[in-house]
């Protein structure tokens, strides 16, 4: 691999960073937003919104139902610690007045402010960011949403971007849709390879546009459970800077990360400890897998002119993220603090690191000969290579290993079991031997049984 032209400014592990650093031009960002984006205008009522809070305003603007007819007086919600492994306690909090008000009314699309607030300064915590370096939050209706605006915002017919394979499958409907050319980047075991895509860049045509976006999932990649390792992120850095093209950081797993060596940067924060312009990178995250999932929030966080774009995109389609789901959360991390915040999640990798553990000591029992796989070190996913037997194979396709969606459809759920077959995570729909199963939601007599059912069927 090519060694990065740039330097660590900081010792692994260490917080150090540098104080006085560039920020990429706002041009850069306006060139790279699709005819769409650029197109759209604001919302005719909401950018006046505002001005609703400016002192002595009698406003007459906007449609907002009284709050006076509104059904719901008070809700109350019993919360658990922030690690109930230490302390079982419940805690009765409630939402009345103020920020009932608030919850059940119109708000602002880049999201509740204090809630926003919360989030820009838990970046600052965690990503070494500051607050004059151009980026901001915007909190979406999970981070799903935030990718679909996103990418609207960016790509257009025939652009051509970059993306790791496999992939999550829920973004591959909507790249597909925008009809723009996909290149797959190979991951392994160490996360994305970035030497293909380094072999890729020095070899590309000089009458072709160079890619405008590499989509990643840096920690316990949905499907492939796997992480990038420090060394390879610089690279990816590296080439993001040198061919001028935007890091989609989707980090979903980053708070469920239990590897035994230290948890390597985000891209967000890597960007900001090594020597170079700031503003390549732009980060999505959720409270899916850490709060709840039916709450639909997750927040963006990367340069304002791409933030702006999403919203522009939000004021006219759903406005804005649940104001009550917002609240909710809101009320529960004023309880927690960001300490409180971040115990629970240790708490929450932890216990996924538990099941994880003991989902390998079954794969051990059931597919040992049958399968290959690698442990995750973050998330609920494994990747797992079958070892298909011979009826399950394509006697037409040269070194075939066998077909995971025929395997699914001929053996597996007719004997009981559920897997998610390899070619939903590839945008060329490619067939192959591969499954993901995630070991979330099961008790150990499932797992056992489970993997039973799926070593027996893969013995036939």
């Known amino acids: 691999m090519t060694k990065p032209d740039f330097e660590p400014t900081f010792e692994p592990g260490t917080n150090e960073r540098q104080t006085t650093r560039a920020l990429l031009p706002d041009a850069v960002y306006r060139n790279m937003l699709s005819r769409l984006s650029k197109s759209r205008k604001p919302a005719p009522i ?14 007459m603007l906007a449609g907002k139902p009284n709050a006076s007819v509104f059904p719901f007086v008070s809700l109350t919600m019993k919360v658990r610690s922030s690690n109930p492994r230490i302390d079982d306690s419940l805690t009765d909090l409630s939402l009345d007045g103020q920020d009932l008000a608030v919850a059940l009314q119109y708000g602002a699309t880049s999201g509740n402010p204090e809630l926003v607030k919360w989030l820009t300064d838990l970046t600052c915590h965690l990503h070494g960011s500051q607050l004059d370096e151009g980026w901001r939050v915007t909190i979406g209706s999970g981070s799903q949403d935030l990718l679909y605006k996103t990418f609207a ?31 797959e980047i190979p991951s392994d075991a160490d996360g994305i390879d970035p030497a293909s895509m380094a072999s890729l860049l020095t070899d590309w045509p000089k009458d072709k546009p160079y890619p405008k976006l590499l989509y990643t999932i840096p920690f316990g990649s949905n499907p492939s459970g796997s992480t990038t390792t420090l060394s390879r992120r610089l690279e990816v850095l590296r080439l993001a800077r040198a061919y001028n093209f935007l890091i989609l950081e989707d980090d979903p797993y980053y708070h469920l990360y239990y590897g035994d060596i230290p948890q390597p940067p985000s891209y967000f924060a890597l960007e900001r400890k090594v020597n170079g312009e700031l503003g390549r990178v732009l980060r999505f995250d959720s ?6 999932g039916g709450l639909r929030l997750g927040w963006a966080t990367g340069p304002e002119v791409l933030v702006n774009a999403i919203d522009l995109h939000g004021s006219s389609s759903n406005l804005q993220a649940s104001g009550m789901s917002q609240m909710l959360v809101l009320r529960l991390l004023r309880h927690w603090g960001i300490e409180g915040f971040l115990a629970h999640t240790a708490m929450c990798a932890q ?24 442990p995750p070190n973050a998330s609920m996913f494994y990747w797992i290579k079958l070892r298909l037997p011979a009826s399950m194979k394509a006697e037409n396709i040269e070194n075939d290993e066998g077909d995971s969606l025929l395997f699914l459809t001929e053996k597996a759920i007719p004997g009981g079991v559920l897997v998610l077959p390899g070619e939903c995570a590839y945008a060329d729909g490619r067939r192959i031997c591969n499954v993901r199963v995630s070991f979330s939601l099961l008790d150990e007599g499932s797992m056992d049984e489970g993997l039973r059912r799926l070593g027996s069927l893969l013995r036939e």
């Open 351 to 374: 216990f996924y690191r538990e099941k994880r553990d003991l989902f390998e000591q079954y794969l051990q029992k059931h597919l040992k000969g049958v399968a290959e796989w690698s």
């Open 153 to 183: 915002a960016l790509v257009e017919f025939d652009d051509v971007i970059f993306l790791e394979s496999p992939t999550y499958p829920g973004v591959l409907p909507i790249v597909q849709a925008l009809g723009c050319n996909i290149i």
């Open 46 to 59: 909401r950018h006046l919104f505002p001005y609703e809070n400016e002192p002595g305003m009698i406003s």
């Open 287 to 292: 409270f899916s897998k850490i709060v709840a």
